[in-house]
């Protein structure tokens, strides 16, 4: 620019001197000039433009690499795999030897860059990467970016394993249940037709002969066949009384949890004569679910645990715990009990509840069967 205001100086000093060869000689220089600048910024803008280009295009095939990379990480199918995965694709995108470590490892190459692999509170291991010449600012965020990628495919892959062992498990508990269901349909029906079927068919007989005593005036005969109709006849309705409380007490609706379970055990106790302790005072204050789930656990376990020994001795427990989870122990010294499939039914009642169940050998060689049942369903808002 200073030379082309030069150059126009002369211009006017050749205009002012009345020299048209010094006025066109420095206008000659001065567009000269100009026009040489105006080359100059028009050649060194290509260049930039030229260069800036070539970088969007290397960041747009790096973050192409970068995308199908994570995409060839999110296809693993277990954390071994992500981890290698991982490994292979950071050394191919960084030009770098790449190594996944152990936690808490010591970086292989003084230099070396490591980035740790971490979900939520638990360290996978250390993505290290190695090359002649560091990485810069850029690539050390991206291979940030493609390690948290892994970290967060390997937390995936663990939550889908997670799902399908419960979705199994699931299906295997629900099979059992409805299994068991069949079973205790198929023992209703048998008891049905062997118990309180039959006994009204003797009774019908029975009526019959005695209509047939009173027509042929056969007093004493009729009055006999009639006591003895009326005997089989209190004894089905007291099995079918005692059917109806098994399955649903009309008690644990009216009156509430203990009173049903107390009911229960003394109806066990008599017709086996053993001794039942309760200590089930803390079930007062169950939700509805809660009642009617634990006291189906707690027949079947003392039915179990008869059909075992029988034992001499059941004690039954519901306690409280500090964080509002209810537990309810069940303890017996009869036989032990070695099949664990016994338990299935109780388990999946438990799981029904969202609680767990556990069964333990008792201290006198009996069985301890272990139900905990979480504050939200015990005591439901």
């Known amino acids: 620019m200073g030379a082309v205001a030069a150059a126009a100086v002369i211009s006017l000093v050749g205009l002012a001197l009345r020299s048209s060869w010094l006025a066109f000689v420095g206008l000659a220089i001065a567009i000269a000039i100009a026009a040489a600048f105006a080359l100059t910024l028009i050649v060194t803008e290509r260049r930039r433009h030229e260069v800036a280009e070539e970088e969007l295009a290397a960041e747009s095939s790096f973050l192409e690499s970068l995308v199908e990379s994570m995409g060839s990480i999110a296809s693993a199918h277990d954390s071994e795999e992500v981890l290698e995965r991982t490994r292979r694709e950071a050394k191919q995108l960084f030009g770098a030897k790449a190594a996944v470590l152990p936690p808490g490892a010591e970086p292989h190459a003084p230099g070396a860059v490591v980035l740790p692999l971490r979900t939520r509170d638990e360290e996978i291991g250390l993505l290290e990467l190695t090359r002649s010449h560091p990485l810069d ?31 199994a498990e699931q299906a295997r508990l629900s099979d059992q249940l409805i299994t068991a269901e069949q079973d205790e ?30 027509e042929g005036e056969r007093l004493d005969e009729a009055n006999r ?32 949890f203990g009173p049903a379970v107390r009911a229960f055990s003394e109806q066990v106790a008599l017709a086996n004569q053993i001794q039942i302790d309760l200590d089930i005072d803390a079930a007062d204050g169950l939700g509805e679910n809660a009642r009617v789930g634990l006291y189906q656990i707690i027949r079947e ?13 059941i004690s039954i427990r519901v306690a409280e715990a500090e ?43 009996g069985t301890s069967v272990r139900v905990v049942v979480p504050s939200y369903v015990a005591h439901p808002a």
């Open 137 to 167: 600012r850029e690539e050390l965020a991206r291979a940030s970016l493609l390690a948290d990628f892994a970290t967060r495919t390997i937390e995936n892959t663990r939550l889908l394993a997670e799902a399908q062992v419960r979705e």
């Open 225 to 256: 066949i009639l006591r003895s109709a009326l005997a089989r006849h209190r004894d089905t309705i007291r099995s079918l009384r005692d059917l109806s409380f098994q399955i649903e007490p009309v008690v644990l609706r009216d009156q509430g």
């Open 185 to 214: 349909r198929r023992r209703l029906a048998l008891f049905l037709h062997d118990g309180p079927v039959q006994s009204l068919s003797g009774i019908s007989l029975m009526l019959d002969a005695v209509i047939d005593s009173l």
């Open 323 to 365: 964080d509002g989870s209810v537990e309810a122990l069940i303890s017996d010294d009869g036989a032990g009990e070695r099949r664990r499939a016994t338990f299935d039914a109780i388990e999946e009642r438990a799981r029904s509840l969202s609680g767990s169940m556990l069964v333990e050998a008792g201290q006198d060689g």
């Open 301 to 313: 376990a003392v039915n179990h645990a008869i059909h075992r020994g029988p034992p001499t001795r």
